[in-house]
């Protein structure tokens, strides 16, 4: 679908990022031993694999440091998001998610997307799939720092703004929890965003199931339905807006 594509290429495809080496494991890769002096001194533990052609490479995997971190996967989380590399302080956000340390939660919600944007499409999503493997207050506790900073995101402007708008619009349809309907049809009513991502939030709404913010996708659908015929793009996101509502009305 075309609003997949977009929001994707917006906000930076997470799967993607997550199934391939991260930019510490290239770089510690490219300089051998060197490398992994480096990977050691920011406080990561490495380790060697094989590619799928068996060609060897190097891991960065998020580990304790010598200042207490070990076996502490909070501490090794505050400490990865502490460095100044960037690929650091992505690696130790996954690691936190490879390890389904939903412990890491409140460390990760104290994060401020404005001052690190290399790191925050990582984050966010992290946020979301810790919270969706947690459960009740945690849970919801995860929906509502993804709702706090869709808020916020929506607020300012930046040239990371929209994909984080993304981002976030997707991770709450993908936590769920109590707030997460709520929070994507208020935005949806806002109409502060983009066609493309308020289709993605109707989607998303769609997937949740929650009868809820019917009256919001029925008022999109309204919005949509009355918008006169474009050329090239512009009216590929009308019909599948129209498409998208329509079928997520049949949901809820």
Same mark, same amino acid.
Request: hydrophobic share 45%.
């Given at each position: 679908?075309?609003?997949?594509?977009?929001?994707?290429?917006?906000?930076?495809?997470?799967?993607?990022?997550?199934?391939?080496?991260?930019?510490?494991?290239?770089?510690?890769?490219?300089?051998?031993?060197?490398?992994?002096?480096?990977?050691?001194?920011?406080?990561?533990?490495?380790?060697?694999?094989?590619?799928?052609?068996?060609?060897?490479?190097?891991?960065?995997?998020?580990?304790?440091?010598?200042?207490?971190?070990?076996?502490?996967?909070?501490?090794?989380?505050?400490?990865?998001?502490?460095?100044?590399?960037?690929?650091?302080?992505?690696?130790?956000?996954?690691?936190?998610?490879?390890?389904?340390?939903?412990?890491?939660?409140?460390?990760?919600?104290?994060?401020?997307?404005?001052?690190?944007?290399?790191?925050?499409?990582?984050?966010?999503?992290?946020?979301?799939?810790?919270?969706?493997?947690?459960?009740?207050?945690?849970?919801?506790?995860?929906?509502?720092?993804?709702?706090?900073?869709?808020?916020?995101?929506?607020?300012?402007?930046?040239?990371?703004?929209?994909?984080?708008?993304?981002?976030?619009?997707?991770?709450?349809?993908?936590?769920?929890?109590?707030?997460?309907?709520?929070?994507?049809?208020?935005?949806?009513?806002?109409?502060?965003?983009?066609?493309?991502?308020?289709? !993605?939030?109707?989607?998303? !709404?769609?997937?949740?199931?929650?009868?809820?913010?019917?009256?919001?996708?029925?008022?999109?659908?309204?919005?949509?339905?009355?918008?006169?015929?474009?050329?090239?793009?512009?009216?590929?996101?009308?019909?599948?807006?129209?498409?998208?509502?329509?079928?997520?009305?049949?949901?809820?």
């Amino acid at each position: 679908m075309i609003v997949v594509a977009i929001a994707s290429i917006a906000g930076g495809v997470f799967a993607l990022a997550r199934s391939s080496p991260s930019p510490q494991a290239a770089t510690t890769a490219a300089h051998g031993d060197e490398g992994v002096g480096a990977a050691l001194e920011v406080g990561t533990r490495v380790t060697a694999t094989s590619s799928p052609r068996n060609e060897p490479r190097v891991v960065a995997i998020a580990a304790g440091t010598a200042d207490g971190a070990a076996g502490d996967p909070v501490a090794a989380l505050r400490s990865g998001l502490a460095s100044e590399d960037e690929a650091t302080r992505i690696a130790a956000v996954e690691a936190a998610v490879s390890a389904t340390s939903i412990e890491t939660l409140g460390e990760l919600a104290r994060f401020d997307l404005r001052r690190d944007p290399e790191a925050a499409p990582t984050v966010i999503h992290a946020v979301a799939l810790l919270g969706a493997s947690a459960d009740g207050k945690k849970r919801d506790d995860a929906a509502d720092t993804l709702a706090r900073w869709l808020r916020d995101e929506m607020k300012r402007e930046g040239p990371d703004v929209p994909g984080n708008v993304s981002n976030l619009v997707e991770a709450l349809g993908n936590v769920g929890g109590s707030g997460a309907a709520s929070e994507l049809a208020r935005a949806l009513d806002g109409q502060g965003l983009p066609l493309h991502v308020e289709t !993605l939030a109707v989607m998303k !709404l769609g997937e949740l199931g929650d009868g809820t913010a019917r009256p919001a996708v029925e008022r999109f659908a309204d919005r949509v339905a009355a918008l006169p015929p474009a050329e090239g793009i512009d009216d590929e996101l009308r019909v599948e807006a129209i498409s998208a509502a329509r079928t997520t009305l049949s949901r809820i």
